[in-house]
């Protein structure tokens, strides 16, 4: 392994990874089956070393210490120099004990955070750029996650409450009990609901967040550090709650009654082919840089130009072709760049 990788990796367990340090530990994956179990290995040793001392808040720079440590006393050798040499030799002996869930497309690992009832043990998916990916949860429940998204939630999810953290979209198909509402937890909202389907798109990178209402039924109110739902709002079948939060000015929050037609569209990512409904390219822009890990810069004369029909699961040159079918655009793809604009001839 070269160092570079090594840097790439050391970022991720320390959660400090950037795009690109994702991207390039996908190639570095895709390269070789046997890496996803390399990659593992470090997240249980990484995991082991994190939650050595409960009594104290641990940095990753300390934790990464505590790592270095325990490959130099397994191997009685200086770390660095194990580090370097012989790793995975004996990361495979720590980790033995330690069950850490990995498959190429997304990263499962533990961590421990402080909140005021004190130190817990949450459980992150990351699902980078270009991928999705399916979670089951302990009480049956399970989440579909777009592309460039998070979940967390607390290892003893299920025995008492069930609550889980998403930043980006998921589709959530929730396992009904009564007794234990499933809360997921936006930086804008509180969506709770007793067994029902629905989806949630909360990217922080953007000043909406929506959440559509498939089956059953769903509450929707303030996060516990934003407050732009004056009381609880009831979501019946087919309903969308948007969330604006534009800077400068106050949140909007809108519930509209979707065309059964229109609904599935909203949440048709979750297939092989989407359905799109009028859709402006710049929206419709940035969910082709989630799904093909690239970044799309379109003109301002485009941006609002509105797209509905079908996006078949193919190449994103295709998909582009596609467009063009009803949109007077030209596009260049450079790399992971790709430009649209005004194609004159069929303006």
């Given at each position: 392994m070269n160092h570079q990788i090594e840097?790439?990796?050391i970022n991720f367990l320390a959660r400090k990874e950037s795009p690109e340090d994702v991207h390039k530990l996908q190639e570095w994956l895709a390269a070789d089956p046997l890496r996803r179990d390399e990659l593992k290995q470090w997240l249980a040793v990484w995991d082991a070393a994190t939650v050595m001392d409960m009594d104290e808040k641990i940095s990753p720079e300390k934790a990464?210490?505590?790592?270095?440590?325990?490959?130099?006393?397994?191997?009685?050798?200086?770390p660095a120099k194990v580090i370097r040499a012989d790793i995975f030799r004996t990361i495979l002996r720590i980790a033995a004990i330690f069950a850490i869930s990995f498959s190429l497309g997304i990263f499962s690992h533990y961590y421990w955070e402080r909140n005021q009832q004190g130190e817990f043990a949450l459980i992150e998916n990351i699902v980078p750029p270009g991928s999705k990916s399916e979670i089951k949860l302990p009480d049956g429940s399970t989440v579909l996650l777009n592309a460039g998204s998070t979940l967390r939630y607390p290892a003893n999810f299920g025995k008492k409450r069930r609550d889980v953290y998403?930043?980006?979209?998921?589709?959530?198909?929730?396992?009904?009990?009564?007794?234990?509402?499933?809360?997921?937890?936006?930086?804008?909202?509180?969506?709770?609901?007793?067994?029902?389907?629905?989806?949630?798109k909360s990217y922080p990178d953007e000043n909406v967040m929506e959440t559509i209402l498939i089956s059953g039924e769903l509450s929707v109110e303030n996060s516990d550090s934003f407050s732009a739902i004056e009381?609880?709002?009831?979501?019946?079948?087919?309903?969308?709650?948007?969330?604006?939060?534009?800077?400068?000015?106050?949140p909007v929050v809108v519930v509209t009654q979707?065309?059964?037609?229109?609904a599935e569209a909203e949440v048709s990512w979750k297939e092989r082919d989407w359905r799109i409904e009028r859709v402006p390219l710049q929206?419709?822009?940035?969910?082709?840089?989630?799904?093909?890990?690239?970044r799309i810069h379109v003109d301002d004369q485009l941006k609002s130009h509105s797209f509905t029909g079908p996006i078949p699961?193919?190449?994103?040159?295709?998909?582009?072709?596609?467009?063009?079918?009803?949109?007077?655009?030209l596009y260049h793809i450079d790399g992971k760049d790709v430009y649209i604009s005004v194609d004159p001839e069929n303006e």
């Open positions: 840097d790439y990796i990464y210490q505590r790592f270095m440590f325990r490959i130099g006393a397994e191997e009685k050798e200086t998403l930043e980006g979209e998921g589709y959530f198909t929730v396992a009904k009990q009564t007794a234990r509402p499933f809360t997921v937890h936006t930086a804008w909202a509180k969506i709770k609901d007793l067994g029902t389907e629905f989806n949630v009381r609880p709002i009831l979501l019946k079948p087919g309903q969308k709650l948007t969330l604006t939060a534009e800077p400068d000015t106050q979707l065309e059964p037609d229109m929206d419709l822009a940035v969910r082709l840089e989630r799904r093909y890990d690239v699961d193919v190449s994103l040159e295709q998909v582009l072709n596609i467009i063009r079918l009803s949109a007077p655009i």
